[in-house]
């Protein structure tokens, strides 16, 4: 009898987004880093706008070994750190003030607010992400 192996390859998501487009972004920088994803949701998302938020959003998968890596990147991009750790191992995700978990969950907060002021009176944009521990439910902003 033939027997065979099982090649099943295992995605994880490590980002949504609102829109495909931001996807894409990410998506293409991490194929450039040799980092292979795929982008689930995209077209009930686009075609739908309104169920974004039913769905999750547009989300980008990577293969499970590739996911510290993954995450590694995404957080160098999001939050503006210089450059990548030699290890993915040595990264140190932003970990919780109350209870140092760093099982946090992370929204990037945008609204017309900061447009308008920035159209208007020629005011820097400014990113905010809002995190929220898992754990112990505390939540912060982080300002970029």
Same mark, same amino acid.
């Given at each position: 009898m033939d027997e065979r192996k099982d090649n099943n390859i295992v995605l994880v998501t490590v980002a949504t987004f609102p829109e495909a487009i931001e996807a894409h972004i990410y998506r293409n920088r991490l194929e450039t880093e040799g980092i292979?994803?795929?982008?689930? %949701?995209?077209?009930?998302?686009?075609?739908?706008?309104?169920?974004?938020? !039913?769905?999750?959003?547009? $989300?980008?998968?990577?293969? !499970?070994? %590739?996911? =510290?890596?993954?995450? =590694?990147?995404?957080?160098?991009?999001?939050?503006?750190?210089?450059?990548?750790?030699?290890?993915? %191992? %040595?990264?140190? !995700?932003?970990?919780?003030?109350?209870?140092?978990?760093?099982?946090?969950?992370? $929204?990037?907060?945008s609204g017309i607010w900061p447009l308008i002021k920035s159209v208007l009176f020629f005011y820097p944009i400014r990113t905010r992400i809002k995190l929220t521990c898992l754990n112990c439910g505390y939540r912060w902003r982080l300002d970029k």
């Open positions: 292979p994803s795929v982008i689930a %949701d995209e077209n009930i998302v686009t075609n739908q706008p309104w169920h974004s938020i !039913a769905y999750g959003g547009v $989300k980008l998968r990577v293969r !499970a070994q %590739d996911q =510290a890596k993954a995450l =590694a990147l995404i957080n160098q991009i999001r939050y503006g750190q210089e450059s990548l750790p030699a290890e993915a %191992d %040595d990264y140190q !995700a932003p970990e919780c003030p109350v209870c140092n978990s760093r099982n946090l969950r992370q $929204k990037q907060i």
